[in-house]
């Protein structure tokens, strides 16, 4: 029998990508589809090098309620024919809420990976599937000491609440191209170290408002006046910023698609700023140390913000923030390069394996 992971978007396949690895031949990999298209998932299974997951169907592109409810027919359906010894799902998404019903549907142990984040924010989806995921969860693998303390405070026996850290730590360091690498890909771009900003805009609080949309576009033309803003952009932004009528604010901007992960931790390692909306996006700068301006109301990583990343709304406090952002200059960047990151240290899959281990009957770790 095997330890499912039920996955659907990038993130997840980002932080769960050493797991895999080290779970070897015991993975087996479910994709909803959530993210279907090549630049969202295709890739990145390839460059990540994930084995060949079993493919759920109907599911990307529709709304919330159908994704969740066709993956957790089609996973009850899997669990009854392989009922695997554990499920694990990592986040926030309808994918992992799907595979955390199903895994209670059929009473299998199920491990959350990066459990016990709150925004406190009840209009974000992802706040109700991580509150849901985490009453289901048998065993909670919080990322940070907050997140811990979040689940204790909603009633979580503190037994099934481990301190792993967050697998974005493992994530970057195994992906992050190497210097030669690194600077190959700046110099095809046209870009020099520390002379550009990276920036992320796909959430749909951002995007599905066209005045927040404008605001942001507005502020990171106004900044691309004095240093390049480089904008891989999410096919749900490229889609709403036609539908708005904004394509025009997009020409200051250098555009590009949406990048593979190791191109965009390349970019992102030397970025003297980055301006994103992205949970991940949020963890990595901690890793790479380099300062963020994050656009948002609120934010479920309150980590990030003491040393790494400023919370601003769209609007002129974006413009602001970025040019403070700026003005840290090297020796505010070679300050964040040094600081910790509070996500952990880079052994959180391995961690989670030997919880895994706790709970499984046979043997199964490729990489004790
Ligand atoms: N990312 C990427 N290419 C891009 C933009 C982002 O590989 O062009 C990565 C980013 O580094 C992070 C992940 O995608 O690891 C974040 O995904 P997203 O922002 O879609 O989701 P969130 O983290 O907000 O849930």
């Known amino acids: 029998r095997s330890i499912a992971l039920v996955l659907g978007t990038r993130p997840e396949l980002v932080k769960l990508t050493e797991l895999i690895r080290l779970l070897g031949p015991a993975a087996h990999v479910v994709h909803t589809g959530q993210h279907y298209d090549e630049e969202l998932s295709g890739r990145f299974l390839t460059d990540l090098g994930i084995p060949e997951p079993t493919y759920l169907t109907g599911i990307g592109g529709h709304p919330r309620a159908v994704q969740i409810s066709a993956a957790l027919a089609q996973l009850d359906a899997l669990f009854q024919t392989e009922p695997p010894l554990a499920v694990v799902v990592q986040g926030d998404t309808n994918a992992a809420l799907a595979g955390a019903l ?16 709150r925004s406190h924010d009840r209009n974000m ?24 303390d979040n689940l ?21 360091h195994s992906q992050l191209p190497d ?21 992320t805009v796909h959430r749909p609080e951002n995007t599905d408002a066209p005045a927040a949309l404008r605001a942001i576009l507005t502020e990171l033309a106004a900044l691309a006046a004095d240093v390049p803003v480089v904008l891989p952009l999410h096919p749900r932004t490229r889609a709403r910023v036609e539908a708005a009528g904004l394509a025009a604010l997009l020409a200051p901007l250098r555009v590009t698609r949406p990048l593979g992960y190791r191109d965009f931790l390349a970019l992102a390692r030397h970025a003297a700023l980055l301006v994103s909306d992205s949970g991940g996006v949020q963890e ?6 380099r300062p963020l301006v994050v656009v948002r109301n609120s934010t479920e990583r309150p980590e990030a913000m003491a040393d790494f990343a400023t919370l601003v709304a769209p609007g002129p406090a974006l413009g602001r923030a970025a040019r403070e952002g700026l003005a840290l200059g090297a020796p505010g960047r070679a300050r964040l390069a040094a600081l910790p990151s509070p996500f952990g240290d880079g052994l959180a899959s391995h961690r989670i394996v030997r919880l895994l281990a706790e709970l499984a009957t046979t043997p199964y770790a490729t990489a004790a």
């Open 284 to 289: 990595e700068v901690t890793v790479l140390g």
């Open 179 to 199: 210097a030669d690498e690194r600077s190959a890909h700046l110099e095809e771009l046209g870009l020099t170290p520390d002379g550009y900003v990276l920036a």
């Open 152 to 172: 204790l405070a909603e009633g979580v026996a503190p037994e099934l609440v481990e301190i792993t850290g967050n697998t974005v730590v493992e994530a970057v």
């Open 102 to 117: 199903a895994a209670n549907a059929r009473s299998v142990p199920l491990v959350h990976v990066e459990a016990g984040l």
């Open 125 to 148: 989806p992802e706040e109700h599937n991580r509150v849901l995921i985490d009453r289901l969860a048998d065993v909670l693998c919080a990322a940070t000491p907050e997140n811990r």
